[in-house]
């Protein structure tokens, strides 16, 4: 079992930034990459980006490449998503999500979810 706590969230003005922390408990020996996703109301949940547990490389998606930049710190088994420029359409509850694939694409190669943090930017 891997356990997720999400925190950081907040209400930010547009063009400020947030950090938001996803802190890692369990069998973390398993993990081999970490994702963020966003949902906003009425709408489907939607990739941001992830990072290899192993190798620091990330991916990002085209909306938020550039302003968006995730990073993990492995001893404190933690990963943090900077967010910066924000805005009001980056208004959604975000999650973080552990696979065990190093491969992890779509929502279904994630075994495992945090509970969210909401992030409101204001225009």
């Known amino acids: 079992q891997v356990q997720l706590v999400e925190s950081g969230g907040g209400l930010v003005q547009a063009g400020g930034s947030l950090r938001l922390s996803c802190a890692v408990a369990?069998?973390?020996?398993?993990?081999?990459?970490v994702g963020w996703f966003r949902q906003a109301p009425g709408k489907e949940r939607q990739f941001v980006g992830d990072?290899?547990?192993?190798?620091?490389?990330?991916n990002y998606a085209d909306s938020v490449k550039g302003r968006f930049t995730i990073s993990r710190d492995n001893a404190r088994k933690t990963v943090y998503l900077q967010m910066n420029s924000l805005k009001p359409e980056d208004t959604a509850v975000y999650y973080c999500?552990?696979?065990?694939?190093?491969?992890?694409?779509?929502?279904?190669?994630?075994?495992?979810w945090g509970q969210g943090t909401q992030v409101t930017v204001s225009s």
């Open positions: 990072v290899s547990y192993i190798t620091g490389i990330t």
């Open positions: 369990g069998r973390t020996f398993s993990i081999k990459t």
């Open positions: 999500a552990v696979s065990r694939s190093a491969r992890a694409v779509g929502d279904d190669s994630y075994d495992y």
